[in-house]
């Protein structure tokens, strides 16, 4: 039987911020359920905001001390099974104690401390993986320190490792000076970890994997360009035989709109007529004029410029003047985009809704409410929020970039009927061509036997980790 060890800083629904604790949380339990041969581990951090209802049901496995430099660290080690997954917890209160994931000014030392952890912790459980599988730049000490203090270990000596990028703008840099006193690493790795004159763990990792893949095959090919990069593309063009794309899913499970608990009314791609109850509902709760025949467009995003939110604030008041529809905006980010959303709010009392939070069970019922779900990012690694909006029965108007190209294709009909397509694309970042398709799919929402088709279209595309599972199994054979 083949042992995957997951290595990651977050995971649902333990402790998660962002797509990175989506994948973790539903990826392992695929490739477990599509090879029954393959023994799938996850490993995170214990944080403060893992609920007591899990710590209770957790097992203690191990308690050890970790040597980082001069500090020696206390370790716990937890765990627990869920669907036919084993997770494991690494406990420190000095590390991981804390009221956010990440954010923290000694971020580099805790993230050192659980990789080194995570290597420590093979051999106090006895436990092996064939390979270790990292994600991102805050698990990528654990594949550089598995190539540099461990290989030629007994146990060690046989692990092979993959890197998964979820997103190249956070690399995990460093200044040199801390090298030794919180990596806990000679200079003789000192062309290892520079890249750009400083020290960069994402860069390491690239380097020192068996293969490195990123969360879709488009985005896969962007970063080998510096307009994608974040300054990473060299070092990227000199591995990109061991280079790859594979597209993530959805948990399939904790969003469906047949059985979900939180949305006030159940559908799905037989019952389409059902789903405009939610949008009835969402209306009344939120103050909007309560009508199901007005079109409903939906944001559902940080609000960062990356995002394309710059685009939006370009078209949203020409749209809310011109065309008889509703906005809602759910997300928290720069200031400048809460405060332009409020501003709109103020202009359209009766159009537009400024939620400025996170609310992951509000984002269900809007998902589940809204006709149309807007998408435009500048870059997007590969994006959940398309596939979510297209399995709870929204168009989504997106740009073709990252995960987004590969998940949403341009809607027509051919000469026989046929629909082709899920959804309303576009190629360049230009706020006319965004406005463009927009009003193409506000234009289509008037035809009704046409709409309810293309949604029932968008809701049976496949967007289930079945086909990435079998994608991931595939390349851990090549490793």
């Known amino acids: 039987m083949k042992k995957i060890l997951f290595v990651g800083a977050e995971a649902m629904p333990f402790a998660a911020t962002g797509g990175l604790g989506d994948v973790l949380g539903s990826l392992p339990a695929a490739i477990a359920a599509a090879d029954e041969n393959v023994d799938i581990r996850v490993v995170m951090p214990l944080y403060a905001q893992v609920s007591h209802t899990w710590r209770a049901q957790m097992k203690q496995e191990a308690v050890f001390y970790v040597k980082l430099a001069w500090r020696n660290q206390y370790c716990g080690v937890f765990s627990l099974v869920k669907d036919g997954v084993t997770y494991y917890f690494l406990d420190n209160e000095y590390y991981f104690k804390r009221d956010t994931l990440y954010g923290q000014m000694d971020d580099g030392e805790r993230y050192a401390f659980f990789c080194k952890a995570v290597l420590e912790m093979m051999r106090h459980l006895d436990y092996y993986p064939d390979i270790l599988h990292a994600h991102d730049w805050q698990s990528a000490m654990s594949v550089v320190y598995l190539n540099t203090g461990y290989r030629y270990v007994e146990g060690y000596h046989t692990i092979r490792s993959a890197f998964t990028i979820h997103n190249i703008e956070y690399q995990g840099k460093y200044d040199f000076g801390i090298l030794g006193d919180v990596f806990d690493l000679g200079y003789e790795y000192y062309s290892l970890m520079n890249y750009g004159g400083c020290i960069n763990l994402m860069k390491a990792a690239i380097e020192c994997a068996d293969r490195v893949t990123t969360v879709s095959p488009r985005y896969a090919q962007e970063i080998l360009s510096p307009e994608y990069a974040h300054g990473l593309h060299h070092c990227l063009r000199n591995h990109q035989g061991k280079l790859c794309g594979i597209l993530n899913g959805i948990d399939y499970d904790y969003y469906n709109p047949k059985t979900d608990p939180v949305i006030a009314q159940h559908f799905s791609s037989a019952s389409i007529y059902r789903k405009y109850a939610n949008k009835v509902d969402l209306q009344r709760k939120t103050g909007l004029p309560e009508s199901p025949d007005?079109?409903?467009?939906?944001?559902i995003s940080r609000l960062a410029t990356h995002k394309g939110l710059d685009l939006i604030t370009e078209i949203a008041y020409n749209l809310m003047k011109e065309h008889d529809a509703q906005l809602v905006i759910l997300g928290k980010g720069e200031?400048?985009?809460?405060?332009?959303?409020?501003?709109?709010?103020?202009?359209?009392?009766?159009?537009?809704?400024?939620?400025?939070?996170?609310?992951?069970?509000?984002?269900?019922?809007?998902y589940a409410a809204c006709d149309v779900f807007l998408m435009p990012s500048h870059s997007e690694p590969c994006g959940l929020s398309q596939m979510i909006a297209s399995r709870y029965g929204a168009i989504p108007v997106t740009r073709e970039t990252g995960g987004l190209y590969d998940s949403i294709k341009g809607y027509w009909v051919d000469e026989e009927g046929e629909i082709r397509g899920n959804g309303f694309t576009f190629a360049n970042y230009s706020s006319y061509e965004l406005a463009e398709r927009t009003g193409a799919s506000l234009a289509l929402y008037q035809d009704t036997k046409a709409r309810r088709a293309l949604i029932r279209k968008i809701m049976e595309t496949d967007f289930s980790w079945n086909v990435s599972a079998l994608c991931y199994l595939n390349l851990y054979r090549t490793i």
């Open 294 to 299: 007005v079109p409903l467009l939906a944001i």
């Open 335 to 366: 200031k400048r985009y809460e405060d332009y959303f409020r501003w709109l709010e103020s202009q359209f009392p009766d159009k537009v809704r400024a939620l400025i939070q996170y609310d992951r069970d509000l984002s269900k019922r809007i």
